[in-house]
């Protein structure tokens, strides 16, 4: 039906110099959920609609990710919302990042 569009922006540090940060790249997902006000929300906490997961295992070796992740009731089952998302870091974990850039010659 119709569009919306959140954005949001996080900025959180770690340390790079620690040596088990490549491993927990390996097993960190980002999680996001749409949840609506329940009734009684002050006891029971808000409603969960849909949720997804995002891996940032690809982060060890590129600078950014740009997907589309599927969110769905239970997180397993058939998509009912699809979210854009964008992760970046300053440098990749291990390695260097190439990237190919055209040249125009005037």
């Known amino acids: 039906q119709g569009v919306t569009q959140v954005d949001h922006k996080e900025i959180f540090s770690f340390k790079r110099s620690s040596r088990s940060m490549p491993r927990r790249f ?45 969110l769905s009731k239970n997180g397993r089952s058939e998509a009912i919302v699809e979210a854009e998302v964008r992760v970046e870091i300053r440098e990749p974990l291990e390695g260097q990042d190439l990237r190919g850039f055209g040249i125009e010659y005037v």
Not at 29 to 44: D, G, P, Q
Not at 52 to 59: I, M, P, V
């Open 26 to 70: 390996e097993r960190a997902k980002l999680s996001f959920w749409i949840s609506e006000a329940a009734r009684m929300s002050m006891f029971f906490g808000d409603k969960e609609f849909a949720k997804g997961e995002l891996k940032l295992s690809e982060l060890k070796e590129r600078c950014e990710i740009h997907k589309r992740v599927a």
